[in-house]
Structures are given as structure tokens and as C-alpha cells.
């Protein structure tokens, strides 16, 4: 067997790289850069797999409910300073980026100029190639789109976008829509783009290795599938369970801008629960054995972070280690627990709560997510900055009982330090008075109109511009029953 890889491309792509580069470089100009946050006009649609949603709660994989991802869009710009004339617009966005190539392979349709084209063997550059020329052409200068933490998320959604082949992807017409619809957003989120004072610029990056435990994988590795992964470039170290495993080197990344901007970078499709935090806690875990990450966006200090996936490396799907699923035929762990249901697919399954997996198989295995958010979160926190603190708790709800979710309306937040911060007009819980007042805040820290499915805790104003920061580490039991109503 041979690699699918085109080494020729490969190389043809590196050197259109460093030429760009080095184009860049020769036209530097004096320029200020702005950044913005909004929600874009498109969402993508979820791939229903745990713990990004929740099948159980859901009703089933189709219908499962979110709980862990990403609905932010991030724009970052260069403009010339003596202008104001756009030099690069960054769209940062959790998507993928597919929709032409998962058109049905029997699908033809009617292309350009009246030619029949079969839609799933065209070459395209999908809804990123009408995002940036759409935004080109409005603003001038360049634009480009940079994957987020797109593990289980799937491509921007527009229902019924094909009628003419009965589907939702595989036509002309989507990237057309959704490339135009989110340049839009961007071009609009930009009228109230926030400057970036500057700053001394900051990169590292932290090298380590990652076992390879996902069989599939190991016998594509046996057969030479994987170019430029080969035994020279491999050591064998010991996975979580001490056994030896071929091991890869790769790389996590930090690029700091200064306390308004820092770019998180990790190499693959991370499962934004991975990155940014989920709701969910160890018991219902499809694996609680095994220990829970810390989680990089809390450890990063900036007021904004640009969250880059696909970053120097590619290592397939990230995920949290306690939330990794998959039958035998992918990994053999006897410390997780049996399947709720047996699937001759092994790119399927569901584990012990019924909740479905399906992307387990297209990683490096059970321990390859924990130990690149366990490098990141570590490298995020070498740089400093504002303090935050992140403790063990539950969201309290105005009824005084306890929640791990800010989906379900809280109106305060219990840690177990025994610090308890809730909204303006809240003195107590029962008979247990609040010692902080504040709002609720997003996984990046930033403050919150109220509580949603992004709230990882709560920020409090001090004086003179201070600005505490909890983060609440929902993953823990913990030993505390209800508190009285909100008063």
C-alpha cells in the first residue's frame, strides 16, 4: 500500500507558502490591528457525538442536544495605519469546510456555463473560497479563513440547500450562500472592532510525543499509509495503560499579543469540550477512570483568544480522555466500562449511558486529547496575566438548587472554597449570604448578558478596574446538597 498523499502537491504547497511569506514580509507596512467577537449568521451543524451533545438527554444520536461547543466568530484585521485600508481580515470560526464533497456520489447537476458537473468530484475551494473573495472584494487587501476547534462540528448549515439531489449538502448553490452570509457577518462584526494597543510579540511552542493506541490506525501505520510517519520518525513509549506504543512527536502553540489578544494553537480537530470546557461531570463519563484534562482556554489570560486548530501538525480528533468511547476493535481498555450496545461498525458505538461515539476511530486513541490540552493549558499558563481562579463548584439556581449547566438559567455560583458570586439583586441563599456580586462568563473569561450554553463561571468588578475571574470546575463530585431560594 502506498500513502495517499501527493508529496509533489505537498511540496508545490510549501513553496507557495515561503514565497507568500517572503511577498509579506517585503511589503510591510506600519499597521494597527482590531479584533471583534460575534455569532455569526450561519451556524454549523453538530456532529451528535459525546460530549459535544448530549444523546441521552436528546433522545437519540440524531437529536442529541449541544452542550460543548463553539458558536463564537472571531475576525481578527491588519489595517494600514495611514489609511485605514484593510491589509488581512482572519475570520477564526469552528467549522468544517466540506459541504461540495459530501454531495452523494450519484449526484450531477448543472454547474457554470451550462456544464454537467458530478458535484462530489469537483475541485473547490468550498464556502472559504466565497468567504474571502466576497470579503475582498468589500474591504480590499486579503482575507482568509482559519479553523477553530472543529472537532464534531460539522460544516454551516442552510436547510434545504439542494432540493435538486433531496439534500442539505453536495450543491453549488451552499458554499455560494453560506460563504456570502458569514463574509457578511464578518464585514459587519468589524464596525465595532476593538483596537489592539501594541505589544510586545510573544510566540512558544511545547514539543512532546503522543502513543498511538487506536488499532485501525496502527496497522495503516504498518502498511505505510500515513506519509512521512515512519518507524525513523517514531519513538515507543508507555500509553496510560503501560503499554508500549509507537509514538509521534508534535507540537501545541501559543502566539501572545498582549492582554487583549493571545492565539491558542493545537494540532488537530479538537472537541471545543477539550479546549473551552464542558458541562459535564465524572460520572457521567464514558470512561471516569481516567483523569480529566485541564482545560486550555482558562488557563489563558487574554480578554480575547483566537482558538487555531489544524495547527503545525495533524493528529486526527481530540478528546477528552474520560469522554473516549470506542469497541474493541479500535482500542482495548479493560479500565473503561462495556458498551450499552454492540455495533459491527466499529466507527460507531454507544457506551455505558447510551451516549453515541463515532469519531474515536479516526484518533490517535484514549490519551492522545488529554495530553495535548494538558501541554496547551500548561503552555497558556506560563505566559501570566490576569488572575483567575478555577475551583470545584455547581451554578446555583434561583430555587437554591445546584446545576452543572449555565444552559439551565442560574442566577449564582457556589464553589467549594465556599465562595458564593451571584447577579445583582441576589443577597443569599437561604440563610447563606453571597460574597461576591458579578456576572456570568463565557470559557474565555469574557463577561456574559446572562448564562448560556458557553458559561464556564463568573467574573466579579472590584475596585479600581479589578476583575476577579472563577472559573468552575463542574467535573468533580462534590458534597453539597441544595442551598435555600434565592433572596
Known amino acids: 500500500m502506498f500513502s495517499g498523499v501527493d508529496d509533489y502537491y ?38 451528535a457525538t459525546f460530549p459535544t451533545t448530549d444523546a441521552v438527554k436528546g433522545g437519540s444520536p440524531a437529536f442529541g442536544t449541544p452542550e460543548a461547543t463553539d458558536t463564537k466568530g472571531r475576525v481578527l484585521q491588519l489595517v494600514r495605519r495611514s489609511d485605514g485600508a484593510n491589509i488581512e481580515t482572519i475570520f477564526n470560526f469552528a467549522a468544517h469546510n466540506q459541504e461540495l464533497g459530501h454531495a452523494p456520489d450519484a449526484s450531477v447537476v448543472v454547474g457554470p456555463g451550462g456544464r454537467t458537473l458530478r458535484v462530489n468530484r ?6 472559504p473560497g466565497v468567504f474571502a473573495r466576497t470579503v475582498e472584494s468589500r474591504l480590499g487587501g486579503h482575507a482568509m479563513f482559519m479553523v477553530g476547534d472543529n472537532g464534531s462540528i460539522e460544516d454551516p448549515a442552510w436547510p434545504g440547500a ?7 449538502e453536495g450543491c453549488f448553490e451552499l458554499p455560494a450562500h453560506t460563504g456570502a452570509a458569514l463574509a457578511s457577518s464578518v464585514v459587519s462584526a468589524l464596525s465595532s472592532a476593538e483596537t489592539i494597543a501594541p505589544h510586545t510579540l510573544t510566540a512558544k511552542i511545547d514539543r512532546f510525543v503522543v502513543p498511538l493506541q487506536n488499532q485501525l490506525f496502527i496497522a495503516a501505520f504498518a502498511t505505510g499509509l500515513f506519509a512521512h510517519r515512519t518507524a525513523a520518525t517514531t519513538s515507543v513509549c508507555l500509553d496510560a495503560s503501560h503499554l508500549p506504543r509507537p509514538c509521534f512527536l508534535t507540537e501545541v502553540g501559543m502566539v501572545d499579543f498582549g492582554p487583549q489578544l493571545q492565539m491558542l494553537v493545537n494540532p488537530g480537530e479538537a472537541y471545543p469540550a477539550l479546549i473551552q470546557g464542558s458541562p459535564f461531570g465524572v460520572e457521567q463519563m464514558s470512561c471516569p477512570g481516567r483523569a480529566q484534562p485541564p482545560v486550555p482556554a482558562w488557563h489563558a489570560s487574554a480578554a480575547h483568544k483566537l482558538e487555531m486548530g489544524l495547527g503545525d501538525d495533524m493528529i486526527g480528533y481530540e478528546i477528552p480522555g474520560p469522554a473516549w468511547f470506542a469497541d474493541p476493535a479500535v482500542v482495548v481498555d479493560p479500565s473503561c466500562p ?18 453515541y461515539h463515532k469519531l474515536e476511530s479516526e484518533s490517535t486513541g484514549p490519551d492522545g486529547g488529554s495530553i495535548v490540552a494538558t501541554h496547551l493549558a500548561a503552555l497558556a499558563a506560563s505566559f501570566g496575566g490576569a488572575t483567575r481562579t478555577i475551583t470545584p463548584g455547581r451554578f446555583l439556581m434561583s430555587s437554591g438548587m445546584l446545576t452543572r449547566r449555565g444552559a439551565d438559567g442560574p442566577v449564582g455560583m457556589w464553589l467549594t472554597s465556599g465562595v458564593i458570586v451571584a447577579v445583582p439583586g441576589v443577597a443569599a441563599f437561604g440563610s447563606t449570604p453571597v460574597t461576591y456580586h458579578g456576572v456570568f462568563m463565557d470559557f474565555d473569561g469574557r463577561a456574559q448578558s446572562g448564562p448560556d450554553i ?34
Open 338 to 355: 462495556l458498551s450499552a450496545q454492540f455495533q459491527s461498525d466499529p466507527t460507531a458505538d454507544y457506551d455505558r449511558r447510551n451516549e
Open 10 to 47: 505537498i511540496a508545490y504547497l510549501v513553496r507557495q507558502a515561503v514565497r507568500a511569506g517572503v511577498e509579506a514580509v517585503d511589503a510591510m507596512v506600519p499597521a494597527s490591528m482590531r479584533i471583534a467577537e460575534f455569532t455569526p449568521s450561519v451556524r454549523a451543524r453538530l456532529s
Open 122 to 127: 469537483a475541485v473547490s475551494d468550498d464556502w
Open 454 to 487: 458557553n458559561t464556564r463561571g463568573m467574573l466579579v468588578f472590584g475596585r479600581h478596574g479589578a476583575v476577579m475571574r472563577f472559573f468552575m470546575d463542574q467535573y468533580p463530585m462534590v458534597n453539597q446538597g441544595a442551598f435555600g431560594a434565592a433572596r
Open 162 to 168: 439542494c432540493p435538486q439531489i433531496h439534500s442539505d
